[in-house]
């Protein structure tokens, strides 16, 4: 069928009195188990799903023309782009999801929205974005499926935020693996994640790469639910969110709302703001009204670890229960590296902390005073483990973040506090020796890679030069995107038998 297909399109159809030029080979036929997707024009409604008579994305996102995908089966996405609007609701079960991933060693890009609601569904490795976000106007991804995970993903250039988790529905959903960058055009409404629960079920925002969008990088926010709770942001690397509008309040990581808000664990993430940006690395807990505790229920902060902005951690107003455990804050000469609110903040689970900052400096705040560290610390009662130090980092700090759902792959981060010109990482345990291994910068995904080669054990020189970030899609910024690098670069690695 595909031969036939093509056969017929090379001879040209007109287009508004023109030939249009053919479209470009399907790929070549398939060689895993399950059904198949193929761009237009090869993909069809009535196809049977083999890989040599593919569905349409819209078709296999059905269930197929019989609804013959059931749970524990897998489609594969074939590379192409794949323009329109997508919605599926299909109901996989518990261990046996139905899965929709792209083929691999082939991208595949659906050029708009993908809306995912049904039940134990997974989506892997894809891209969405959208070529022209101004006149689609949308978020690239609702992930909204019970259970679902949404793995491995590149989400940019939406004409809302990048990603939306809605309050009443995807209980139990995750998000995880996934590069967000360049979502939005509105100051302080479009994020990269715009997340709310209402549900008894977790969520799970987890090792996502999350930068250069129009107002925050995640924020998990509400003020219509009955209750804010129970979400896992955890493993994220997040950077410059904010920084390509002029009226956004840059923040990094939000976690608040004018309701209940209870179930908050913000653990092990990475952040950073380019030298001479206004951003807020956290904030945390209402700031719309006075009787915060009405609201702020319970959140738990722990191993993070952030350098650069204005404003380290804001926590203004108090929570009922609050931890916070073994945080690094690195900031500069005009850096407040906390703020907190509140009477109770005394009764805090607070401890471990490390901040980078003149401690005699007045960048510590309670209720909107300014304190030395040490006074501080008598004013709250907390901090009584914390240290500070004048001296900013020397040494350079690198974190390695494997991947949970593909062998061979991880997200790299370095801080370059020592102003090297490359870092030596290991990949021991990482990458099998032998395996070909590709490293790139994230803020260029599609460009040639700073680094390759066949693993031969030990570490790896992965140079810090930077790279222009990506600029958006089909509309203009107020402002560019800062180069991170030499400061501060974020890789991935991926790799692969021979």
């Known amino acids: 069928m595909l031969l036939s297909i093509a056969a017929a399109l090379a001879t040209g159809c007109r287009v508004d009195g023109g030939t249009a030029p053919p479209p470009p080979p399907p790929p070549p036929p398939g060689t895993l188990p399950g059904y198949y997707v193929y761009p237009p024009p090869y993909g069809s409604a009535s196809g049977s799903g083999a890989t040599d008579d593919p569905w349409d994305?819209?078709?296999?996102?059905?269930?197929?023309?019989?609804?013959?995908?059931?749970?524990?089966?897998?489609?594969?996405?074939r590379g192409g782009t794949y323009p329109g609007s997508f919605r599926t609701s299909l109901q996989g079960q518990p261990g046996q999801p139905i899965q929709f991933r792209q083929y691999p060693g082939e991208r595949a890009i659906i050029d708009g929205s993908l809306a995912a609601s049904g039940s134990e569904l997974w989506f892997v490795g894809f891209e969405i974005m959208q070529s022209r976000p101004l006149q689609v106007v949308d978020r690239v991804l609702e992930a909204n499926t019970t259970n679902g995970k949404f793995i491995n993903l590149v989400l940019h250039d939406a004409g809302f935020s990048g990603v939306d988790l809605a309050a009443d529905a995807g209980s139990g959903v995750e998000l995880y693996g996934s590069i967000i960058y360049n979502n939005g055009w509105r100051d302080n409404i479009d994020h990269g994640i715009y997340a709310q629960n209402a549900t008894a079920g977790t969520k799970r925002i987890r090792d996502n790469v999350i930068f250069n969008n129009f107002a925050r990088g995640i924020q998990v926010y509400d003020?219509?639910?009955?209750?804010?709770?129970?979400?896992?942001?955890?493993?994220?690397?997040?950077?410059?969110?904010?920084?390509?509008?002029?009226?956004?309040?840059?923040?990094?990581?939000?976690?608040?709302?004018?309701?209940?808000?209870?179930?908050?664990?913000?653990?092990?993430?990475?952040?950073?703001?380019?030298?001479?940006e206004d951003g807020i690395q956290f904030r945390l807990g209402n700031y719309d009204v006075t009787d915060s505790a009405m609201y702020n229920k319970s959140v738990h902060l722990e191993n993070n670890f952030a350098a650069g902005g204005r404003l380290g951690l804001e926590m203004q107003y108090q929570w009922a229960q609050a931890t916070v455990r073994n945080n690094v804050f690195i900031g500069n000469g005009s850096m407040d590296v906390v703020h907190t609110g509140g009477p109770a903040v005394s009764a805090y689970d607070w401890s471990g902390n490390f901040y980078y900052r003149d401690p005699s400096a007045t960048a510590w705040e309670q209720d909107g005073l300014g304190y030395s560290f040490d006074d501080w610390r008598a004013a709250t009662g907390l901090g009584g483990s914390d240290s500070a130090s004048s001296a900013l980092p020397a040494q350079t700090r690198v974190f390695v973040r494997p991947?949970?759902?593909?062998?061979?792959?991880?997200?790299?981060?370095?801080?370059?506090?020592?102003?090297?010109?490359?870092?030596?990482?290991?990949?021991?345990?990482?990458?099998?020796?032998?395996?070909?291994?590709?490293?790139?910068?994230?803020?260029?995904?599609?460009?040639?890679?700073?680094a390759s080669g066949t693993y031969g054990g030990g570490a790896v020189s992965i140079p810090m030069t930077g790279v222009a970030p990506p600029p958006p899609i089909g509309r203009s910024s107020p402002r560019s995107a800062q180069r991170t690098g030499p400061g501060f670069d974020v890789f991935l690695v991926t790799s692969a038998a021979p």
């Open 57 to 77: 994305l819209a078709t296999a996102l059905a269930g197929g023309p019989a609804r013959q995908v059931q749970a524990g089966d897998t489609v594969w996405i």
């Open 223 to 276: 003020d219509d639910a009955v209750a804010l709770q129970n979400f896992e942001v955890m493993g994220n690397i997040t950077f410059n969110n904010g920084t390509i509008a002029t009226g956004s309040t840059e923040v990094n990581i939000l976690i608040s709302g004018s309701t209940l808000t209870t179930g908050m664990r913000a653990a092990d993430n990475l952040l950073y703001y380019s030298p001479g």
């Open 403 to 450: 991947n949970q759902y593909e062998a061979g792959r991880a997200f790299i981060v370095v801080y370059n506090f020592g102003n090297d010109n490359s870092v030596m990482v290991d990949l021991a345990g990482l990458v099998t020796t032998g395996h070909h291994y590709v490293i790139r910068n994230v803020q260029a995904l599609f460009s040639a890679p700073v």
